[in-house]
């Protein structure tokens, strides 16, 4: 059964930091991404990253501010670096994988696998 764990989340005050950890133990995924979702607000994407780690792409909203990167040493780690966090950054992020393609990756239903999400809270 694949699982994707993230961990890092927490509360910072505007301008500070966190590092969002993924964990998966399924070496396969094409792409993986980090997507968002505020209460009473749709999912949205924030950003992705190629298997090879050669292509990255960013939202707008947080492009210059965060960074994804991955580490496959032993298992997959999917890191994503936040700086400057805003108030507006306040949401539960999500881990997720893909196996078909990176055709669509920041769409959510190019996704096959799911974490549970982390809560990031900043306040202002």
């Known amino acids: 059964q694949v699982q994707l764990v993230e961990s890092g989340g927490g509360l910072v005050q505007a301008g500070g930091s966190l590092r969002l950890s993924c964990t998966t133990s399924?070496?396969?995924?094409?792409?993986m991404g980090w997507f968002r979702q505020a209460p009473g607000k749709a999912r949205e994407f924030v950003a992705a990253?190629?298997?090879?780690?050669?292509?990255?792409?960013y939202a707008d909203s947080v492009n210059g501010r965060f960074t994804i990167s991955r580490n496959d040493a032993k298992n997959t780690t999917v890191y994503l670096e936040m700086n400057s966090l805003k108030p507006d950054d306040t949401a539960r992020y999500y881990c997720?994988?893909?196996?078909?393609?990176?055709?669509?990756?920041?769409?959510?239903?190019?996704?096959?696998?799911w974490g549970q999400g982390t809560q990031v809270t900043v306040s202002s």
């Open positions: 997720a994988g893909e196996i078909s393609g990176w055709r669509t990756p920041l769409a959510a239903s190019a996704y096959d696998y």
């Open positions: 399924k070496r396969t995924f094409i792409g």
């Open positions: 990253i190629t298997w090879n780690a050669e292509e990255t792409v």
